[in-house]
């Protein structure tokens, strides 16, 4: 019997084909991101068994866009950028599990497959999409300069129909970028059951993971506009704008190695 190698899928004799390396992973990012409130029944009716609402503001919603470079700790593929430049967009609300506040991504889209697959081992719920954000530069001939004035416009797409739209016009410098997505993130992490009919999952847990690493530029906040649209195979407008909190942008450099489960879901 061949032995097989690679630390995801697919496994080969040599290991060279597997979608994405071992952690530590390593990330630099640009992050846009607007906060808002909506009705926090929306929020509640996305916090599986064992998480319950955050005690405050549990309505909260952070939707945010990031422009990322990431790679492995041998850093090839930044040679190769076509395997390590790729865009996201996700939603992230706060919950609670045994009196700890944590931040939980409930939407996210992507537009690389080996960003789907880090996702499937980071329990987050990751999807195909198209993200698009106004790049910084130090010279705003056909960029937005990070400063007071600066004006970041974003979109998100998926199935071929948008499903948001955002700007955000910086005012001043904020000794944070945000309140929503600021704490350790809590996932579930399954494995649906396979036989014929059967109900369940195979594998469930409850697992933290946070930034082994991060670095961050000075965060900037100002105006925001959101508006989020409706599709037929997706639901982030369930997550109704009712009020409009803030935007924000940050560079950002970030290390994951890992987490740890909260919870075994199934025996």
Not at 110 to 134: C, E, N
Not at 161 to 171: D, H, I, K, P, S
Request: aromatic fraction near 10%; hydrophobic fraction near 40%; glycine fraction near 8%.
């Amino acid at each position: 019997m061949s032995e097989v190698r690679g630390f995801f899928y697919p496994r080969t004799a040599t290991g060279a084909a597997s979608l994405v390396p071992p952690p530590p992973w390593y990330y630099s990012g640009d992050l846009l991101t607007v906060e808002y409130r909506t009705d926090p029944a929306r929020v509640a009716e996305l916090l599986p068994h064992p998480l319950q609402p955050a005690e405050e503001d549990p309505g909260a919603v952070a939707l945010i866009w990031a422009d990322w470079q990431s790679c492995s700790a041998s850093r090839e593929e930044l040679l190769d950028p076509v395997r390590s430049q790729y865009r996201e967009a996700f939603a992230v609300v706060r919950c609670s599990f045994r009196g700890t506040t944590y931040s939980r991504c409930v939407y996210i889209w992507v537009d690389k497959d080996f960003a789907v697959l880090r996702g499937i081992h980071q329990g987050y719920p990751k999807k195909l999409g198209s993200m698009w954000q106004t790049r910084p530069h130090p010279f705003p001939h056909a960029a937005a300069r990070v400063g007071p004035g600066g004006v970041f416009g974003a979109t998100l797409a998926s199935g071929d129909r948008r499903l948001a739209e955002a700007v955000v016009t910086l005012r001043e410098e904020s000794p944070t970028n945000g309140f929503v997505n600021a704490h350790p993130m809590a996932h579930h992490r399954f494995l649906p059951a396979v036989g014929r009919g059967a109900a369940g999952d195979a594998f469930a847990e409850l697992i933290s993971t946070s930034a082994a690493s991060f670095e961050a530029g000075t965060a900037w906040r100002g105006d925001a506009e959101l508006r989020l649209l409706p599709s037929p195979t997706e639901e982030l407008d369930r997550l109704c704008v009712d009020e409009v909190v803030g935007g924000y942008f940050r560079q950002v450099g970030v290390v994951w190695d890992g987490g740890a489960t909260l919870e075994r879901l199934t025996p």
